[in-house]
């Protein structure tokens, strides 16, 4: 067995405490979902702002009804925990981009340029974190973001968003996955989850307080240098492919298709690169 984990939610608290009134921070041993359990404690009462972390997950959700799952793993071989909080930003759009951004700089903060050796943490649009460079590609991890309107003590309706994270720390099977599995590893031998987690959580309460004043927008030209799609031939799950060219202020993907330049910002659209 290894060396026990040593989780920084103790610092965290005293970190983002003061800029998050009532927040607490729990390490859960086990849970179905990070995500569904922030939204059960929400519709339960919660009112205050709030960290799950989970050691395992059960039945762990990602995009589209995909399931991301950990309790296989040993322990600190993967990080998943979700933060739940009040926000009113004017726009939702962009939200996961603006989250997968924190994180890839957040995990890698100078990536080599393309065709260097080494692997490059990019964004794959809309919620997935990717290694490029060093082989095939591989997923590193995912971001789902959930939104509810709940009743605060007041009586007034207030808007939370809860942002899922799961990332692989080590080397795990790729056995029925959709896309080879990258880690953490990959890109510095040294990463475990608890230091995974205390780089990313407070920067993350950042960005999304950063996304409720100003929206995405003046993130276009940072996502641009993560882009893991710009320039590709992409398929949409619609069958229409086109030649993947960025996003926009909103964060809508911009596909160049033999019928023009389209937009594409539904939840429910799935895009991959196409083999050439």
């Known amino acids: ?23 607490t921070a729990e390490l859960l041993a086990s849970v179905d979902s ?10 339960a009462g919660q009112s205050e702002p709030l960290l799950l972390v989970a050691l395992a997950q059960t039945a762990g959700r990602g995009r589209l009804g995909r399931s991301w799952q950990s309790e296989c793993a040993a322990p600190g071989a993967a990080l998943t925990f979700s ?60 971001i789902l973001v959930e939104t509810a309107s709940l009743l605060a003590p007041a009586n ?8 899922g994270i799961g990332l692989n720390v080590a080397p795990r099977s790729s056995e029925g996955l959709a896309m080879p599995a990258g880690c953490l590893h990959e890109l510095d031998p040294r990463w475990d989850a608890p230091t995974a987690l205390d ?10 307080l950063a996304f409720e004043a100003y929206g995405f927008a003046p993130l276009v030209a940072p996502f ?16 229409r492919e086109g030649l993947a060219e960025g996003v926009g ?19 429910e659209v799935s895009v991959r690169p196409v083999a050439v």
């Open 34 to 43: 990070t995500n569904t359990e922030c939204m059960r404690r929400l519709r």
């Open 199 to 208: 780089r990313i959580a407070e920067p993350l309460v950042d960005a999304l």
């Open 83 to 142: 933060l739940a909080l009040p926000l009113a930003p004017r726009s939702w759009s962009g939200l996961s981009l603006a989250v997968g951004l924190c994180v890839a700089r957040r995990l890698q903060e100078e990536p080599p340029p393309p065709g260097a050796p080494g692997p490059r943490a990019v964004l794959k649009w809309p919620n997935d974190l990717w290694l490029q460079g060093g082989g095939p590609e591989r997923k590193l991890g995912g």
């Open 156 to 163: 007034s309706a207030t808007r939370w968003v809860v942002v």
């Open 224 to 239: 641009a240098e993560r882009d893991g799609l710009a320039g590709r031939l992409v398929r949409l799950s619609d069958g």
């Open 1 to 23: 067995m290894g060396a026990p984990l040593h989780w920084p939610l103790e610092a965290l608290w005293q970190a983002l405490a003061p800029r998050l009134p009532g927040f």
């Open 249 to 267: 202020p909103d964060g809508a993907l911009r596909v160049r298709t033999a019928a023009g330049v389209i937009e594409v910002a539904s939840a």
